[in-house]
């Protein structure tokens, strides 16, 4: 499988958003390459969806530290925000399910526009299936990058699973780990879920993972 120099986020409460714990495959691999190209990008707004945990908020932290990215949710947009964002070339939307007036999401589409600024909107499902009321602001959205996080393949959901087992301090063998890829859900909430409940395991009826765990497990 492909070196584990970049690995996706851990799915433990101490999550590591850092550029080296980033594992790029081809599930997500576009994604990244648009963090990795800016400025060139084809548009000045990009929307990177897909299931929770599947990596967005760690693309976001990484655009953020590198390129010196102001981050925000869609609850913190107001004037005074507003006023913030002039001041920064590069902006991170977090979480988007709009939620709130979408004449402030139009206005921020406009800031973008009009003083040549870089967005990201991270977001569980496209912009382009979102029921817009403003029909300039669906036409707008129409018109920004697209960027899916897709459902993991085998590479990284062993990626996955080897490096949270590592942080945790869980031994596990190879074989083990070959044995859950190949059965496990492609979906990131389910593999978040099952190392959940091996850490759990481990933790608090201390006994070692085996077979007949993953088993029952899955």
Known sequence: MSDLNQQLLNFNQNQNFNYDDFYVSNSNYFAFKLIETWPKWEKNIVN?????????SHLAEIFKQKYKALKFTENQLNDKLFKSLKLHENLILENFKNNIDEKLIYSLFNLV?????????????????????????????????????????????FALILKNFSDMQIKIEKRLIDYIVKRIDRSYRKISNFIYKVDEISLKKKKSININIIKNLL
């Open 48 to 56: 990177i969806y897909g299931e929770k945990y599947s990596g967005k």
């Open 113 to 157: 526009d009009q003083d040549n600024k870089y967005l990201i909107i991270n977001s569980n499902i496209p912009l382009t299936k979102m029921s817009f009321k403003l029909s300039d602001l669906s036409s707008r959205a129409k018109n920004c990058i697209l960027a899916e996080i897709k459902a993991p393949d085998d590479d990284l959901i």
